[in-house]
Nanobody
Framework: QVQLVESGGGLVQAGGPLRLSCAASGRTFSRYSMGWFRQAPGKEREFVAAITWNSDNIYYGDSVKGRFIISRDNARNTVALQMNSLKREDTAVYYC??????????????????WGQGTQVTVSS
């Protein structure tokens, strides 16, 4: 079992950067692909980015492509989301998630077995 804890959320001005981190417990972190999702009030949870176990394959949602960067450090059991050029529409609760298929960059929530509690990101104009 994997437990995930996100950190790094907060209030940021539009155009600015913010870096989220997700710490995973357990010794099997490298057996999972990892993803980031987000959910704004009144909206469905949306795919943001995913990365395979060895970082060989990375995929981004269209709304963040070119602005966000996902990365992972298997030695430290962490996955990060560097968010640049933030927009008001990026305001949401951000969740990291673990997919037991280490070779898949999954865009669907159903692929992910483990979820963190979420961290709030608010972008002001």
């Amino acid at each position: 079992q994997v437990q995930l804890v996100e950190s790094g959320g907060g209030l940021v001005q539009a155009g600015g950067p913010l870096r989220l981190s997700c710490a995973a417990s357990g010794r099997t972190f490298s057996r999972y692909s990892m993803g980031w999702f987000r959910q704004a009030p009144g909206k469905e949870r949306e795919f943001v980015a995913a990365i395979t176990w060895n970082s060989d394959n990375i995929y981004y949602g269209d709304s963040v492509k070119g602005r966000f960067i996902i990365s992972r450090d298997n030695a430290r059991n962490t996955v990060a989301l560097q968010m640049n050029s933030l927009k008001r529409e990026d305001t949401a609760v951000y969740y990291c998630a673990g997919d037991p298929n280490p070779f898949r960059v999954g865009v669907r929530r159903e692929y992910y077995d483990y979820w963190g509690q979420g961290t709030q990101v608010t972008v002001s104009s």
